[in-house]
């Protein structure tokens, strides 16, 4: 059942404090937040902060959307705690790298906010009991009273948005995703698992940093992009049908939202979401030539493959590849799902049998060199 219908949008020309501080305040009195908070005791911040990159870089939450936050929760007596797993190796030594390079570490210090650094887990049935029974998330996420989930508008090579739902798998510790992601190959049940953690977890207050954003082969290793605004919803799923309509995509085109709408937690288009704030700006900045993911974009592979069962379709679609400039570093070795890659004569070379088309190395390539490879053939 869709609970919360309501988005508020601002439009935001920079990361400076006091125009960040002024949308988020409007953003909260629109969805009510205090009714939300004025009883909560611990209040958990959950922001993206997936890969050890500075602001600028747009992979990553700004820290200035912490501080505009901390100073709407200034008037509550909670404990108030950021909570975040960064993909691959997870260790207190990784995240105080991580709060340090993202900006978060001052940003935290500056307004009050603690810092998690206990990288334990707890087990916590699934709401829905869909595809997934139980999940393993971070032990600091036990007992909050308030979810706020920070989260970074971006593109994202597998599921092709990453906004407000997408956000919450970092509740997932470490290496923990990555099992996930070997258990759910395909997209729809990956998809599923997902939206039941963040239904399970329950953010209350979404606010999505779409100031700068991120096109291409995003999460990471997109091309950074000015966006212009702020989006909140007491519904993640909600905030996120009106984040895609914002970057110009059309209906069907993000699959976690097509299956959120089977599963009831949306409305299948922005018509059906009562939207509040800058409505004219909203009209004016709606991306019309967004750059997608090279895994999306449209061509005739499915066509082409139907006819044959889709025997041939793993050979045509898709598929990540190393560069010629890889450094044979050995990450993606470390953090593929499928164990499909290996470091030969010092560069990664990809199992086409075994890879399951995740792109977690793409994702994580800590120098942006795990490309993909595209059969120009069949592009429209």
């Given at each position: 059942m869709i609970s919360e219908n309501k988005v508020s949008y601002y439009k935001a020309d920079s990361y400076l404090e006091e125009e960040i501080t002024e949308c988020v305040r409007k953003i909260f009195d629109d969805i009510s937040?205090?009714?939300?908070?004025?009883?909560?005791?611990?209040?958990?911040?959950?922001?993206?902060?997936?890969?050890?990159?500075?602001?600028?870089?747009?992979?990553t939450t700004h820290p200035m959307m912490l501080t505009a936050v901390m100073k709407q929760l200034e008037k509550y007596d909670a404990r108030k705690i950021i909570v975040e797993s960064p993909g691959g190796f997870f260790n207190e030594a990784i995240l105080k790298g991580l709060y340090k390079t993202t900006g978060f570490e001052d940003a935290a210090k500056n307004s009050g906010c603690e810092l998690n650094f206990d990288v334990e887990s707890i087990t916590i049935p699934s709401k829905r009991h869909g595809v997934i029974s139980e999940f393993n998330v971070l032990r600091e996420f036990e007992g909050?009273?308030?979810?706020?989930?920070?989260?970074?508008?971006?593109?994202?090579?597998?599921?092709?948005?990453?906004?407000?739902?997408?956000?919450?798998?970092?509740?997932?510790?470490g290496l923990q995703k990555f099992e996930l992601h070997a258990r759910f190959p395909e997209i729809e049940r990956f998809s599923s698992m997902v939206l039941e953690l963040t239904e399970t977890l329950a953010p209350a207050i979404n606010i999505v940093d779409a100031v700068y954003g991120m096109e291409g082969n995003g999460p990471n290793n997109g091309t950074a992009r000015f966006f212009g605004g702020i989006f909140g919803s007491r519904s993640p799923f909600v905030c996120d049908v009106v984040c895609r309509d914002y970057l110009g995509l059309p209906e069907n085109s993000v699959e976690m939202l097509d299956v959120a709408n089977q599963m009831g937690l949306c409305p299948k288009t922005v018509g059906e979401i009562t939207l509040v704030g800058d409505l004219e700006e909203y009209k004016k900045r709606k991306l019309k030539d967004l750059k997608?993911?090279?895994?999306k974009k449209l061509n005739l592979i499915t066509t082409f493959t139907q006819g044959f069962g889709g025997r041939f379709r793993r050979f045509l679609e898709s598929r990540p590849v190393a560069m010629?400039?890889?450094?044979?570093?050995?990450?993606c070795a470390d953090f593929c799902p499928a164990k499909a890659i290996k470091i030969v004569k010092g560069k990664a070379k990809i199992d086409r049998e075994?890879?399951?088309?995740?792109?977690?190395?793409?994702?994580?390539?800590?120098?942006?060199?795990?490309?993909?490879?595209r059969f120009g053939i069949f592009d429209l």
């Open positions: 937040a205090d009714d939300i908070l004025k009883n909560a005791k611990k209040i958990v911040i959950k922001p993206n902060l997936v890969i050890r990159r500075g602001p600028d870089a747009c992979s909050a009273d308030v979810i706020i989930n920070l989260c970074k508008l971006k593109t994202h090579t597998l599921t092709t948005m990453s906004a407000a739902s997408k956000n919450m798998y970092g509740a997932i510790p997608m993911p090279d895994t010629k400039d890889c450094k044979g570093c050995g990450k075994a890879c399951i088309k995740c792109y977690c190395c793409q994702e994580l390539c800590p120098f942006g060199l795990m490309g993909i490879k």
